[in-house]
């Protein structure tokens, strides 16, 4: 790290503690940027003196080196973590690696992160999450197989979402045997115990829809933890697939698990901590150290309100690795900045799925369209 | 065998024996209706690589291909080869047409399996073949083509493969080494077409305000086919002498690639190989991403045309002289060439120990296919000589 990177570390982490202390939804959009455009700038520096590469894409894909807007500061497409190694700190500081599961077929992302960047994506994540579930930590059934957190030397994207919300909850029980299948004991000791009061359930989307709605729905079971919260992530691919939609998963999962409260999140291995919670009119808000730009695919330009593109997510946390500024696969809407009749102030957004790869043409029968 | 039969007969009824002549009149009839029906197909002008095979196929060009295939040696007759079975690519739908007739026009009998993926242009095609089929004249040619689906590990494929006296594979390479590991008979003949990738070689130095145009669209005629996904399109453009009207034939390239329908996620494609070569620092200028992307590399990476999004893309490689472009290696196929000497070309390959490149076609004509393609010359690949001293 350059010396007047590291000069101003101390800035940045001032600045940066002051952001905790703030409600993650309480400032304006304005006032939002005013606050993270500096920590944001800062981190393009600290990336562009200690990852070369990020240093070239920088330089070659984007004009000035000076941004003012979110929308000028250099992205890096989330792929290239598939790619490439990118870290901006030296291997003996790497804590752990991040490895998100990966579709077939390609490499999975791998993200490396150093303790204090860990630290920080612990600490985003307990911010954004004890608005939406309060302080106290809830008997917590985690709806996938132990076996995920067992396998200590692949750090999975999957187990690393579990272990970090294990966090908010106690007497966690998995819901899922190593094969997959419902673990009906557990279950049942779960419910039995904890009827009638204040519950958390966790798991990914279609491991939630596949492994537990599905076999409670041919069982002709159904759970009641009425006074339970389901929080759920995680891509809608394969739901999209079986054309399960939205308001029908929430549904069908109110009936199953008997829970009042579905709520969402949109997050990714590549920027854990900063997540986008899915508010009471189902739309997904930016936290104040977080934030989301929509990108035009066919210009890359930024888009207007209500115009779908591709998402750009920011964020302040990742130190170790060059992933403040991502351009996501994803497609998304920009709904509003301020003005989510939830009150929370700031950008919201949705989620549209993934962005159709293109189909692949060749000579070839197998070749899978490159990288 | 889950063998469903698509155009002409089922393998196990063709008629045996029943092999014509080499260059058999009643076959060039054929495609001559072949080629008709094509150019005069409704559907024709949405599906320009319709109206390419219905051209190819013109009696008049295909004599020209007699010609040039030599056979008029005295004490030298050509013969067919037998049973040929044809693997076609799954995306490039017209591609197995081409070899298929170079097939029938030796007077073999043909199998062609046809991808499960069938696209539009496929069913026409297909929708031809049957109403060709039906007529009177053709229905010897019918006993004698097969043009069926089967899963890939299904038996059809090992049985048939055993009985055939060629094998005609597209594929990647995987899927190239996976069927010519079938069984098949100690004199089966492989002609395998495997994953390979084009350039072209531009002298910037007759490069003026009066040609601009008529290289942009010959360059886009070269690129936009196939989306560019084709082994024979251009992804490396190399670049000998005067930039000065290099940036006006970028934007010239642009303003025809403007009407292209491309996949939403196109740029985005171009996007993540531009940042991987930029951070793996195998590019040191700036990408123009845009209509028509230009990606330029400081050097030859394998892993970059390995790794092409097709789509309107080409990497861009500063050279000095004409004989730099053998940095390119064995997977090469066509280098098509603007501005440059014939003779200069001829010169190079005589000089330089290079494998690959096995078309030097002027730019404009990267997707014409000929009979001699990938190194092979597909008539004396697909038929036997016997020598009458």
């Known amino acids: 790290m350059s010396e007047t990177a590291s000069g101003n570390r101390e800035l940045f982490d001032r600045d940066l503690e002051a952001l905790w202390s703030a409600d993650p939804y309480v400032l304006s959009q304005a006032d939002k940027q005013a606050l993270i455009m500096p920590l944001l700038s800062w981190l393009d520096r600290h990336h562009r003196s200690a990852c070369p590469e990020y240093e070239r894409v920088a330089r070659l894909g984007f004009d000035s080196p000076v941004a003012s807007r979110l929308e000028d500061l250099p992205y890096l497409a989330v792929r290239l973590f598939k790619l490439l190694s990118l870290k901006s700190v030296d291997d003996s500081e790497i804590f752990k690696t991040l490895q998100s599961s990966g579709t077939t077929g390609q490499s999975p992302a791998r993200v490396f992160l150093d303790r204090r960047t860990s630290q920080l994506q612990s600490r985003g994540l307990v911010k ?23 396998d200590r030397k692949l750090y999975t994207a999957r187990g690393a979402g579990i272990q970090g919300l294990s966090f908010f909850g106690r007497d966690h029980t998995y819901a899922l045997d190593e094969a997959m299948q419902p673990n009906w004991e557990a279950i ?11 519950v958390l359930v966790f798991g990914f989307t279609y491991m939630v829809w596949l492994h537990l709605i599905l076999p409670l729905e041919a069982e002709g079971r159904v759970l009641k933890l009425d006074q339970g919260t389901l929080l759920h992530s995680g891509g809608w691919k394969k739901l999209e697939d079986q054309k399960v939609g939205h308001d029908e998963f929430m549904q069908r999962a109110q009936h199953s698990l008997g829970v009042q409260r579905v709520t969402n999140f949109y997050g990714m291995a590549e920027q854990v901590g900063s997540v986008f919670v899915e508010c009471e009119r189902g739309h997904l808000h930016a936290p104040v150290f977080a934030d989301v730009v929509v990108r035009n695919p066919s210009d890359l330009t930024p888009s207007p309100v209500g115009e779908a593109g591709l998402l750009q ?3 302040v946390l990742p130190l170790s690795y060059p992933g403040h500024s991502l351009l996501t696969e994803d497609l998304g809407t920009l709904l509003g900045e301020d003005d989510c009749a939830c009150g929370r102030k700031g950008r919201y957004f949705q989620i549209l799925g993934r962005m159709p790869r293109a189909e692949v043409r060749g000579c070839s029968d197998t070749h899978q369209g490159g990288l | 065998m889950a063998l469903t039969v698509l155009a002409g007969k089922h393998p196990d009824q063709q008629g045996k024996c029943k092999l014509s002549r080499c260059f058999d009149p009643g076959r060039l009839a054929f495609c001559r209706d072949l080629s008709n029906a094509l150019l005069r197909h409704p559907k024709a002008r949405e599906h320009p690589e319709l109206v390419a095979l219905g051209f190819w196929l013109r009696d008049s060009h295909l004599r020209q291909l007699q010609q040039k295939s030599g056979t008029d040696s005295p004490g030298l007759v050509r013969r067919p080869l037998g049973l040929v079975l044809h693997f076609a690519p799954a995306n490039v739908d017209t591609l197995f047409v081409y070899s298929w007739v170079c097939s029938l026009l030796m007077g073999n009998s043909n199998v062609v399996r046809l991808s499960s993926q069938a696209s539009v242009v496929t069913g026409l095609l297909l929708d031809v073949l049957n109403e060709l089929f039906s007529r009177p004249e053709h229905t010897g040619l019918a006993e004698q083509n097969s043009f069926v689906n089967f899963p890939h590990d299904d038996p059809a494929a090992s049985s048939l493969s055993l009985q055939a006296h060629a094998r005609v594979i597209w594929g990647g390479d995987d899927a190239v080494q996976a069927i010519r590991r079938l069984p098949c008979g100690p004199r089966c003949r492989d002609i395998p077409f495997t994953d390979r990738y084009s350039a072209a070689v531009i002298n910037g130095d007759g490069l003026d305000s009066s040609n601009l145009q008529s290289l942009a669209e010959r360059l886009w005629r070269d690129v936009h086919t196939y989306s560019q996904m084709a082994c024979s399109s251009p992804r490396i453009l190399f670049w000998l002498g005067s930039t000065l009207h290099r940036e006006a034939l970028w934007s010239a390239v642009g303003d025809l690639a403007g009407g292209e329908a491309w996949e939403m996620a196109r740029l985005n494609e171009h996007l993540v190989v531009s940042q991987w070569l930029e951070a793996a620092g195998a590019s040191e200028a700036p990408a123009q991403l845009g209509q028509f992307s230009v990606l330029p590399l400081s050097g030859f990476f394998p892993e970059a045309l390995k790794n092409h999004p097709g789509q309107g893309l080409c990497y861009l490689c500063e050279i000095d002289e004409l004989t730099d472009v053998t940095i390119l290696d064995d997977r090469c196929q066509t280098l098509g060439y603007w501005g440059v000497e014939r003779e200069q070309l001829l010169n190079v390959l005589e000089t330089a120990p290079i494998r690959g490149l096995e078309r030097i076609v002027p730019i404009g004509s990267a997707l014409e296919f000929s009979p001699w393609w990938d190194g092979m010359d597909l008539f004396a690949h697909l038929s036997c000589f016997t020598v009458v001293q």
Do not use: N
């Not at chain 1, 939406?132 to 957190?149: E, Q």
């Open chain 1, 188 to 198: 049942e000791g779960f419910m039995d115990k904890y009827a009638g009061q204040p």
């Open chain 1, 313 to 315: 997510v920011l964020s």
């Open chain 1, 128 to 150: 954004i999450l004890q608005g939406s579930l309060g302080k106290a930590r809830l008997p917590m059934l985690i709806v996938d197989s132990p076996a995920v957190l067992r």
